[in-house]
C-alpha cells in the first residue's frame, strides 16, 4: 500500500495547504486529494513541485507498506503428485 505523509511533513514545517498550493501553484484542491490520501493518481511534475516547494526527497512524503494481507497470508505448500 502507498501511504502519503504530505499531512506530517507541512506539520513539521508548519505549513498550510494554502502555503504549499500557492508556493507550487498546485490548485488547492488537488493539495487537499493528496493531503487527505483521497487520491488515486499524482502528477509526476506535482511531486518533483512539492518536493522542491518543502525541500525534501520523494521519500519524505510518499513511501510504501506492505499489505497487511500480504504479511498474514500463510505461505503456499506445495503437493507432489
Given amino acids: 500500500m502507498i501511504k502519503i505523509l504530505l ?14 498550493a500557492r508556493a507550487t501553484g498546485i490548485r488547492a484542491s488537488t493539495i487537499n486529494e ?6 488515486e493518481r499524482i502528477n ?7 518536493c522542491e516547494a518543502l525541500g525534501c526527497e520523494l521519500d519524505e512524503i510518499i513511501i ?9 497470508e500463510e505461505p503456499k ?5
Avoid: F
Fill in 7 to 20: 499531512s506530517r511533513k507541512l506539520g513539521e514545517l508548519r505549513w498550510t495547504q494554502a502555503d504549499l
Fill in 34 to 39: 493528496i493531503y487527505h490520501e483521497l487520491c
Fill in 44 to 50: 509526476l511534475e506535482h511531486l518533483d513541485l512539492i
Fill in 64 to 72: 510504501r507498506v506492505p499489505n497487511k494481507a500480504a504479511d498474514q
Fill in 77 to 81: 505448500k506445495l503437493v507432489h503428485r
